[in-house]
């Protein structure tokens, strides 16, 4: 068997039956990510940014009583 045909074989193959599904799949992700988020995923982000804020401004409450109690508390170390 001579070198050619090591190569050639292998890159034949690869070039009929990957090449074109890797092509399409490669452009496929590049045209779903042109379009943007859909209408569900953009609710699932308001939801998630709405969620967010509430658990900020909790923590900002909790921080709050934390510095009333124990004004050293941001120092301690475990």
């Not at 070198?3 to 590049?30: C, D, N, Q, T």
């Amino acid at each position: 068997m001579e070198f050619s045909e090591v190569i050639g074989i292998p890159f034949i193959l690869f070039m009929i039956f990957v090449a074109p599904i890797w092509v399409i799949m490669h452009y496929r992700s590049k045209n779903k990510m042109g379009q943007g988020l859909s209408d569900q995923e953009l609710t699932q982000l308001n939801d998630l940014a709405h969620r967010a804020e509430k658990m900020a401004d909790r923590i900002k409450t909790l921080e709050a009583i934390l510095d009333a109690e124990s004004p050293k508390w941001r120092n301690q170390h475990d």
